[in-house]
């Protein structure tokens, strides 16, 4: 009876089973039905986020890259650090910048989110324009210091001679100019080249022509967006600055020749990004005083100081051949003591206003800016005001072929003036720089042996009749062209124009502080006009692969697979034996290495292919084969790669 029933008990079952088969194929369907009806992640409801960027010291991180999650959707932060983008209320945002640590941010159906970005200490993986290319700065072998554009707009300056001071070891820059947008003078790493020395006796025009002699001999060359920058560093804009890499010994500039004796610095400016337009505004206005005038007597000092003259005289005793003058004994009775220096001297203002709008799509970038530059100095006809105006375009035609467009076009207006400082400690304290009627006294020495001395404030109140001053134009631009030929293989055109021209004129007028004289043929005049252009040409040729992620330390070489791979090479070798060359070439650590089959084999076929092309150009019939360097040095470079590289 048990053998029966455990037999039928699959018949029983099977009505259950077929119950539960159509069952679960019911629940599948309709599982898959949902999956199908359901709405794709992307097409969730998108809410707006708004957002703020800032270090760790509480400053806005510019141009940070704000990315949601698992989508292409991107945007950058603008120059206040702000951000606004559309992603999903679960969404998760990647925020990077250079120099700082990327941050995962969760948005939670947040709209409204504060990010803090941490300093990264990773700044051997940072990447800086080397020559012709970039590299990263720990493969960089020469000199190289690298300042971004957020350091030096920290200083609002005129120019970026001064906002580099302080800012890169072994760059020497002194302020050698008090006019306004006066640039400076950069060493790096002193100075280089020997010129005639200026002394007492070299006359002025030979003496300011040594000096620019000795600037272009020791100033480094500047190169901007690739191409050689012939202008001043006043033409260009420091809002426009992305970063600067300073190369400063002689690996770092030697593809620049001659010209980069000086040290080479390399402006790279800022072009156009990833996303919706953002229009940014930047401006600030400052003013300025002289540090301290010089000290002089006044009134009553000034006349102690005649009468003590007048006690020393040890010729004609209680004489003075400088004795007051009655305008001056008038002075001193009424208490007379003007200040020239106070008279003169003026607070000088500043002002820069910069708008800038940039955006694009993944195919085409591109950016415009302009701005407004003007400073005035403490001395009256001083002033330096700047009008630029750059653009840039850069656009993927296709995959493999990419070209770009930079324009800068610079208008600078410089008012030279004078320099009224000599002039101004010698004038008398006991006279009045005014009549009685309030007019201007223009001979306040008039009585003394400088009787011709006009008044200094006729550098105000004449000043048409003072005029120096220049006008430069200068338009800088590149175009370049990149072509992805094959895999790893880049041909990079660049073609640059800089034009300049620049015109200037003086005019000295009688009856002034700086010409005595009364007569009008005795004015001075001149006009000069420059032009100047340059044109570069560029064609470059760039194999670039990583044929590992991981370099191989040296202390893990083996000897016996090293003495291997010496063995091979010679024995595809009928030359002599150059052993000795590896001893005295490779470090001693190398020979404690250690290679694969592979690696030896890889080596030995790629030297076995290539040998006889460098033999052929070495031309061994017309030397002693005991001196095949070229074959020895090849040698030394396979075992170098083959120690860093794991080829296999």
């Not at 400053?59 to 698992?70: E, F």
């Not at 995962?104 to 324009?129: E, P």
């Not at 194999?543 to 063995?567: G, H, M, T």
């Amino acid at each position: 009876m048990t053998v029966s029933s455990k037999q039928n008990a699959p018949k029983a079952s099977a009505p259950a089973v077929g119950g539960l088969l159509r069952k679960f194929l019911m629940v599948a369907w309709s599982a898959v039905a949902a999956f199908l009806i359901a709405p794709p992640l992307h097409a969730q409801t998108n809410i707006r986020i708004k957002g703020h960027i800032t270090g760790t010291t509480g400053q806005p991180v510019t141009n940070a890259t704000v990315l949601v999650k698992g989508l292409k959707t991107g945007v950058s932060s603008d120059e206040s650090g702000n951000f606004e983008i559309l992603a999903p209320a679960n969404a998760t945002l990647v925020i990077s910048s250079v120099n700082y640590t990327t941050s995962t941010i969760k948005v939670g159906g947040r709209a409204s989110i504060d990010v803090i970005l941490a300093v990264a200490n990773n700044s051997l993986d940072q990447v800086v324009v080397v020559g012709y290319g970039s590299q990263k700065k720990r493969d960089v072998t020469g000199s190289v210091v690298s300042v971004t554009g957020a350091t030096l707009q920290e200083v609002p300056t005129a120019n970026l001679v001064t906002e580099l001071q302080g800012r890169a070891a072994g760059v020497d820059i002194v302020n050698n100019s008090a006019s306004p947008g006066g640039g400076g003078q950069i060493r790096i790493r002193g100075t280089r080249s020997l010129s005639a020395e200026v002394t007492g006796n070299t006359p002025a025009t030979n003496a300011a022509l040594t000096a620019a002699n000795d600037d272009a001999l020791n100033a480094p060359l500047v190169v901007l967006d690739g191409i050689p920058f012939g202008g001043s560093i006043n033409d260009i804009n420091p809002d426009d600055v992305a970063s600067i890499d300073i190369l400063k010994d002689a690996s770092a500039t030697a593809i620049y020749g001659s010209r980069g004796s000086g040290g080479v610095i390399i402006v790279t400016t800022k072009r156009g990004r990833v996303g919706k337009p953002v229009m940014s505004y930047s401006g600030y206005f400052g003013v300025g005083n002289r540090n301290q005038e010089y000290k002089v007597f006044n009134g009553t000092e000034y006349a102690a100081l005649k009468a003590q003259a007048a006690l020393g005289n040890t010729i004609n005793p209680g004489t003075n051949a400088y004795a007051l003058t009655s305008d001056e004994q008038a002075g001193l009775a009424k208490g007379t003591s003007t200040d020239w220096q106070k008279l003169i001297y003026k607070q000088s203002n500043t002002t820069n206003q910069n708008i800038s709008l940039a955006g694009g799509t993944e195919m085409t970038q591109f950016s415009l800016s302009g701005s407004y530059f003007k400073q005035t100095g403490i001395i009256p006809g001083q002033d330096f005001t700047r009008y630029s105006l750059r653009g840039t375009i850069d656009h993927q035609i296709s995959s493999k072929l990419k070209i770009g467009l930079n324009m800068i076009n610079v208008l600078a207006n410089t008012n030279f003036g004078g320099n009224p400082v000599g002039g101004l400690v010698r004038m008398s304290p006991l006279v009045s720089a005014y009549n009685a009627d309030g007019s201007v006294n223009k001979l306040p020495e008039s009585q003394s042996i400088d009787n011709t001395t006009v008044n200094p404030l006729s550098i105000i109140y004449d000043a048409a009749a003072i005029v120096n001053n220049a006008r430069r134009l200068r338009t800088f631009n590149s175009l370049y062209g990149e072509w992805q030929i094959v895999k790893y293989l880049k041909y990079r055109i660049n073609i640059g124009l800089d034009y300049s021209q620049t015109q200037s004129g003086t005019y000295s007028g009688p009856n002034t502080f700086y010409n005595g004289s009364v007569s009008l043929n005795q004015a001075n005049e001149s006009v000069t006009n420059a032009e100047a252009y340059t044109y570069t040409i560029e064609n470059l040729l760039t194999y670039d692969r990583i044929f590992a992620e991981k370099l191989i330390s040296v202390d893990q070489v083996k000897p016996p697979a090293f003495w291997i791979l010496i063995l091979l090479t010679e024995i595809s070798n009928p030359w002599p034996f150059v052993f000795p060359a590896f001893t005295v070439v490779l470090p001693a650590p190398l020979l404690a290495g250690k290679f694969s089959a592979n690696r030896i084999l890889f080596v030995f076929s790629v030297y076995t292919s290539i040998v006889p092309v460098i033999r052929f150009f070495n031309n061994p019939k017309s030397r002693p084969r005991s001196s095949s360097v070229v074959d020895c040095h090849f040698r030394v470079l396979l075992a170098r790669v083959c120690t860093r590289y794991p080829i296999f």
